[in-house]
């Protein structure tokens, strides 16, 4: 063993999600050895995939925002990312159907976005259009390096940034929720509805979301990619990027504890008795897992928080293939129900809505992947559903999604052929068994009230050693959010770096025993 691999630090990275992905790739640019122990077979965490004849189905997130965040990390690494996935950026961000028979596209480019609503909706909603973007624009200027870019923001951040540009402060409408907001600002109730739908992108109800939600429509209108090959191709990038620079993985690996020795983390254990001894962990998981104890009585006393709050919302997803019929479609699709219809109010009571809006992914389509008639497409479908509760769980047997999918969306003049069975279908309690203590919530903690994004679980944890990543972390849900937590540990991780007499050993990189031995690197510090 070399001097330089016998004094690298030892992180231990507990799930290959997108954040503990991201987070290996930053710690291995900060010199560090790493493993990454997951407990399913494959990385990406909720970047998930079901098999189909045609190829692997997304079952998770279907497109790639904020590109410039997955970029960084690739840089910090001095690669490429354009070098390891093919993007496409989509001139159409989604097509949108109402039950009346209109249609409405949202494009990457204002001008064709003006064009369009105008023609949708007439000059007034043009106006309206025009002056929602330059305030949601605003907001998302002013916030992103105030909130979302820093690890610890805080109140006084967010009053400083309103005093400084106090024109904001209407733009962000403290006192509405988002519904409310918008529907102030929309004069036609099917733009309301559209840009209502954004709090669902963050697992929340827009009659209790904050309005300051709306600025998520500049995440779309920044770019929207796909990926070639599925979604399933940037965590195997990222995976293969790790690699290349020393990181270890170990999949089907279920972490069963996390150890502590007078408030400093020691080590963690996997498997029945198989321990890694480390001084540093990063948790990609959901954090009220650990609050849960689902990774042993030491690290019960972090994010407690979890325990107390509403979760977000879970989802109805269908993965399958069959050949489409009827209307075209994009690669991005929603199909709406009367703007008048009480689905939010139903998932708020812990319903599965009879009626409610359907996001239709037609994987296979887009730029330069258009598809030929009676072929073979894949799809992937999501209706919102609410959380696991304590409470009896709503009526979601498969006959029911059945028929509360695709009867729905046979009265658009949309069939598939043939229609998919159990196999292709994921429901609430199905994620609570992939992802532990998740309460099959897919956004962690509810986004719902003003200062909720100051209470989620923030990188460092009051465990010494411990930091936590991934969308139920700050700065919230989204793939480029749970990227964006791992670059907030890993300077959180630097900034709390002690000096290298104080440190204990750590495991090799790599390191795993049999039993319940440990294997340290060869040198104390």
Same mark, same amino acid.
């Given at each position: 063993?070399?001097?330089?691999?016998?004094?690298?630090?030892?992180?231990?990275?507990?799930?290959?999600?997108?954040?503990?992905?991201?987070?290996?790739?930053?710690?291995?640019?900060?010199?560090?050895?790493?493993?990454?122990?997951?407990?399913?077979?494959?990385?990406?965490?909720?970047?998930?995939?079901?098999?189909?004849?045609?190829?692997?189905?997304?079952?998770?997130?279907?497109?790639?925002?904020?590109?410039?965040?997955?970029?960084?990390?690739?840089?910090?690494?001095?690669?490429?990312?354009?070098?390891?996935?093919?993007?496409?950026?989509?001139?159409?961000?989604?097509?949108?159907?109402?039950?009346?028979?209109?249609?409405?596209?949202?494009?990457? &480019?204002?001008?064709?976005?003006?064009?369009?609503?105008?023609?949708?909706?007439?000059?007034?909603?043009?106006?309206?259009?025009?002056?929602?973007?330059?305030?949601?624009?605003?907001?998302?200027?002013?916030?992103?390096?105030?909130?979302?870019?820093?690890? =610890?923001?805080?109140?006084?951040?967010?009053?400083?940034?309103?005093?400084?540009?106090?024109?904001?402060?209407?733009?962000?409408? $403290?006192?509405?929720?988002?519904?409310?907001?918008?529907?102030?600002?929309?004069?036609?109730?099917?733009?309301?509805?559209?840009?209502?739908?954004?709090?669902?992108?963050?697992?929340?109800?827009?009659?209790?979301?904050?309005?300051?939600?709306?600025?998520?429509?500049?995440?779309?209108?920044?770019?929207?990619?796909?990926?070639?090959?599925?979604?399933?191709?940037?965590?195997?990038?990222?995976?293969?990027?790790?690699?290349?620079?020393?990181?270890?993985?170990?999949?089907?690996?279920?972490?069963?504890?996390?150890?502590?020795?007078?408030?400093?983390?020691?080590?963690?254990?996997?498997?029945?008795?198989?321990?890694?001894?480390?001084?540093?962990?990063?948790?990609?998981?959901?954090?009220?897992?650990?609050?849960?104890?689902?990774?042993?009585?030491?690290?019960?006393?972090?994010?407690?928080?979890?325990?107390?709050?509403?979760?977000?919302?879970?989802?109805?997803?269908?993965?399958?293939?069959?050949?489409?019929?009827?209307?075209?479609?994009?690669?991005?699709?929603?199909?709406?129900?009367?703007?008048?219809?009480?689905?939010?109010?139903?998932?708020?009571?812990?319903?599965?809505?009879?009626?409610?809006?359907?996001?239709?992914?037609? =994987?296979?389509?887009?730029?330069?992947?258009?598809?030929?008639?009676?072929?073979?497409? &894949?799809?992937?479908?999501?209706?919102?559903?609410?959380?696991?509760?304590?409470?009896?769980?709503?009526?979601?047997?498969?006959?029911?999604?059945?028929?509360?999918?695709?009867?729905?969306?046979? &009265?658009?003049?949309?069939?598939?052929?043939?229609?998919?069975?159990?196999?292709?279908?994921?429901?609430?309690?199905?994620?609570?068994?992939?992802?532990?203590?998740?309460?099959?919530?897919?956004?962690?903690?509810?986004?719902?009230?003003?200062?909720?994004?100051?209470?989620? $679980?923030?990188?460092?944890?009051?465990?010494?050693?411990?930091?936590?990543?991934?969308?139920?972390?700050?700065?919230?849900?989204?793939?480029?959010?749970?990227?964006?937590?791992? &670059?907030?540990?890993?300077?959180?991780?630097? =900034?709390?770096?002690?000096?290298?007499?104080?440190?204990?050993?750590?495991?090799?990189?790599?390191?795993?025993?049999?039993?319940?031995?440990?294997?340290?690197?060869?040198?104390?510090?």
């Amino acid at each position: 063993m070399s001097a330089k691999q016998t004094h690298m630090r030892h992180a231990v990275v507990i799930g290959a999600g997108i954040g503990g992905l991201c987070s290996a790739a930053r710690m291995c640019a900060s010199g560090f050895s790493v493993t990454v122990l997951e407990r399913q077979a494959d990385p990406g965490g909720k970047v998930r995939t079901l098999p189909s004849e045609s190829g692997a189905v997304d079952a998770g997130p279907t497109v790639l925002t904020l590109r410039h965040i997955f970029d960084d990390v690739f840089a910090n690494l001095d690669e490429r990312l354009d070098d390891h996935i093919e993007l496409h950026k989509l001139p159409i961000i989604a097509r949108h159907f109402w039950p009346d028979g209109t249609k409405l596209d949202l494009h990457d &480019r204002l001008d064709a976005n003006r064009k369009a609503i105008k023609e949708f909706a007439g000059p007034e909603a043009e106006a309206e259009f025009m002056r929602f973007n330059a305030e949601t624009k605003a907001l998302f200027v002013a916030l992103s390096p105030t909130m979302m870019e820093k690890p =610890q923001p805080s109140p006084v951040d967010l009053a400083t940034t309103f005093l400084r540009h106090p024109a904001l402060l209407g733009a962000m409408a $403290p006192m509405q929720s988002l519904r409310g907001k918008l529907a102030h600002r929309f004069s036609d109730p099917r733009l309301a509805q559209l840009f209502n739908r954004y709090a669902t992108y963050v697992g929340g109800l827009p009659h209790q979301s904050p309005a300051l939600l709306s600025l998520i429509w500049q995440a779309e209108a920044a770019g929207v990619w796909s990926v070639k090959g599925g979604m399933q191709s940037l965590p195997k990038a990222l995976e293969a990027l790790c690699k290349r620079h020393g990181a270890r993985f170990q999949y089907d690996t279920e972490v069963t504890s996390v150890s502590c020795e007078d408030g400093h983390v020691k080590g963690v254990e996997y498997n029945g008795g198989t321990t890694i001894e480390t001084d540093l962990v990063i948790f990609n998981g959901d954090p009220r897992a650990l609050a849960k104890g689902a990774l042993g009585p030491d690290v019960t006393g972090v994010a407690q928080q979890t325990l107390n709050t509403p979760r977000s919302l879970s989802a109805v997803v269908w993965s399958f293939d069959a050949v489409p019929r009827g209307l075209d479609l994009e690669h991005h699709n929603v199909f709406f129900t009367d703007p008048s219809s009480p689905e939010f109010e139903e998932l708020q009571a812990g319903l599965f809505p009879r009626q409610q809006s359907i996001y239709v992914c037609a =994987q296979d389509r887009g730029p330069v992947m258009q598809k030929s008639p009676g072929v073979r497409e &894949r799809f992937e479908i999501i209706q919102n559903a609410p959380p696991l509760g304590t409470g009896p769980a709503p009526d979601m047997e498969f006959q029911i999604c059945q028929t509360r999918t695709f009867d729905v969306l046979r &009265r658009f003049d949309l069939t598939f052929d043939p229609l998919p069975g159990q196999a292709n279908l994921t429901r609430p309690a199905d994620f609570e068994a992939l992802f532990p203590e998740s309460s099959g919530s897919l956004y962690g903690q509810s986004p719902h009230g003003l200062t909720a994004a100051l209470k989620r $679980p923030r990188a460092r944890t009051s465990i010494k050693g411990l930091y936590l990543v991934g969308g139920g972390t700050h700065p919230g849900a989204g793939l480029p959010m749970a990227a964006l937590s791992a &670059r907030h540990a890993v300077e959180t991780i630097m =900034q709390d770096q002690t000096s290298p007499s104080t440190s204990r050993p750590t495991a090799m990189p790599g390191g795993m025993s049999t039993g319940s031995a440990t294997i340290r690197a060869g040198q104390s510090r």
